[in-house]
């Protein structure tokens, strides 16, 4: 490719349909920017515990092309996600409005034999497998589902920790009289 050569930008749809197939393979660079609700990224949607007016995320991505040391141009797929999805809090089991705010750089490589090959220990930017048919909706929502918490809860001192199952009988005294389930043990042996 020749470095003074300026490459067309494509537009990319906010149509989540146009987004199962961009060509990444073309000489040309994207950018493209839009909203996808829950509904439009279905593992996502399995994910939350209620969906609200609103929720889903904010997508921007562009491309472009940068020189790499002794062989062709590298293409860059810069992506940004902001939004919010409801999961369950783990402390109290309420509804959790979890808010993400995502930055991630991408390498387009041409194989999964390059991807495989490329180095670890760079944490700016991951691989990913350019094809014709590119699924950046699937992309897209890979990156939520990777942002998203493991154990999901409200801000300290904004929720109570769920009551037990069998309810709370006796309060905080209760359970600070609790036996030790090793006694059970120790008398066990004394017999």
């Not at 509904?39 to 399995?46: C, F, H, V």
């Not at 750089?105 to 930017?125: G, H, I, K, M, T």
Request: charged share 30%; proline share 7%; net charge negative.
């Amino acid at each position: 490719m020749n470095r003074n050569q300026v490459l067309p930008q494509v537009q990319l749809s906010v149509d989540p349909g146009v987004l199962k197939r961009v060509d990444f393979c073309a000489p040309q660079s994207y950018k493209g920017a839009g909203f996808l609700s829950i509904s439009d990224l279905p593992r996502l949607a399995e994910e939350a515990s209620s969906v609200i007016s609103g929720d889903g995320f904010h997508w921007e991505v562009e491309t472009h092309f940068e020189d790499s040391p002794g062989s062709d141009p590298r293409q860059i797929l810069e992506l940004g996600l902001k939004g919010r999805i409801h999961l369950i809090c783990q402390r109290c089991l309420q509804d959790c409005a979890v808010d993400l705010d995502e930055k991630r750089r991408f390498v387009l490589v041409n194989s999964e034999a390059e991807a495989d090959d490329y180095p670890l220990e760079d944490e700016q930017q991951e691989p990913l497998v350019a094809s014709q048919q590119f699924n950046l909706l699937e992309t897209i929502e890979d990156e939520v589902l990777l942002s998203i918490p493991l154990i999901p809860k409200h801000p300290e001192g904004f929720c109570e920790p769920h009551a037990s199952v069998f309810g709370d009988e006796g309060g905080d005294e209760a359970s600070d009289e609790r036996e030790n389930p090793f006694n059970i043990l120790k008398n066990m042996k004394k017999n």
